[in-house]
């Protein structure tokens, strides 16, 4: 039941974070001024503990647009742009018309208005030496949805935020995201692969993604295997 609670609260946050948004353009390089900080690194592997999934030593990579999940029996692969999920078994791949909870929050708050509070304060974490900076995601006037972030970003990692605590303003949902093992090294293309035929499941048959066999698997793969035609 605790798993099922957990799964249901991540698909609420990701549908506020995603509210009224579109991606139809290439996502943009980020120029200087407030921008949002998660899409200045188009490029990275990392393993993701936490977030609004609750993922435990998920594997992930990002490549431009695309960003991929691994997971025991499958692996995911998100487009940023449309915002859809390709799940990918060696004898099947289904796609879904929404991100998987693991990109958040990298594919989330493309239409937010971003306001970045830097701060002097430094605390090491895993190992890297971070400045701390508090972020603030607002979309709407009248009644807004207002997303507060406080990061931890890596002077080691060009200011990867290896850690961030996220509070929901609108409903008081707050949780902490963490990530290690980050190379900003490009990852290998074969990642991002995935059949050229993928079944399209529609809303009405969406079920939760991560409800089975959603244990990540131990070690990085060095390379995507071949999908199934």
Not at 5 to 11: D, E, Q, V
Not at 107 to 115: L, T
Not at 158 to 170: D, I, L, Y
Request: proline share 9%; with cysteine; aromatic share 10%.
């Amino acid at each position: 039941m605790k798993r099922w609670f957990r799964l249901a609260m991540a698909l609420m946050i990701l549908a506020v974070s995603l509210q009224g948004q579109t991606r139809k353009k290439p996502v943009p390089k980020v120029p200087a001024g407030d921008q949002n900080p998660f899409q200045a690194f188009q490029s990275f592997s990392a393993t993701l503990h936490g977030g609004i999934g609750d993922d435990h030593n998920r594997k992930i990579y990002r490549s431009g647009k695309i960003m991929r999940l691994d997971f025991e029996d499958h692996y995911r692969v998100v487009d940023l742009e449309k915002l859809t999920t390709r799940m990918v078994y060696p004898d099947r791949c289904q796609q879904y018309p929404k991100p998987d909870v693991g990109t958040y929050p990298f594919s989330a708050y493309y239409d937010f208005k971003v306001e970045r509070a830097p701060t002097e304060d430094k605390e090491t974490v895993d190992g890297h030496s971070c400045k701390i900076e508090n972020v603030t995601f607002t979309r709407g006037d009248d009644a807004p949805i207002v997303i507060q972030m406080k990061l931890w970003e890596a002077e080691d990692l060009q200011g990867f935020p290896v850690k961030g605590e996220v509070s929901v303003a609108s409903n008081g949902n707050k949780f902490t995201l963490n990530y290690t093992d980050v190379s900003l090294k490009p990852p290998d293309p074969a990642l991002f692969k995935s059949p050229a035929n993928c079944k399209v499941v529609t809303d009405k048959d969406l079920k939760p993604m991560g409800a089975a066999k959603t244990t990540p698997s131990k070690s990085a793969p060095k390379a995507a295997p071949k999908p199934q035609q």
